[in-house]
């Protein structure tokens, strides 16, 4: 079994958006190693969010499944992993 650390950048809706609502729904939904905010442009954030997960679990495509749950969200994208 091997472990997969992997970084989400998961983009809200729109500017107005509730991003702590946003990074709730994520705390519910998968183990979070670390999350927080990025600037993306003219006032609007995305939301990193790091994770690990197993093969066994079904690596990255399970969390995306999980991931996929999240209201007010526009897109989820997987930005970087790593086997561990």
Do not use: W
Not at 7 to 23: F, H, N, S
Not at 39 to 47: S, Y
Request: proline letters at 1%.
């Amino acid at each position: 079994m091997g472990k997969i650390s992997c970084v989400y950048k998961i983009m809200p809706a729109d500017a107005e958006t509730d991003l702590e609502g946003i990074k709730d729904q994520i705390r519910d939904l998968i183990d979070v190693q670390d999350i927080g905010e990025e600037e993306v442009a003219f006032g609007l954030k995305g939301i990193k969010v790091s994770t690990i997960t197993t093969d066994e679990e079904g690596g990255t495509d399970a969390v995306e499944e999980k991931l996929e749950q999240l209201d007010n969200v526009q897109s989820i994208e997987l930005e970087h992993f790593d086997k561990m």
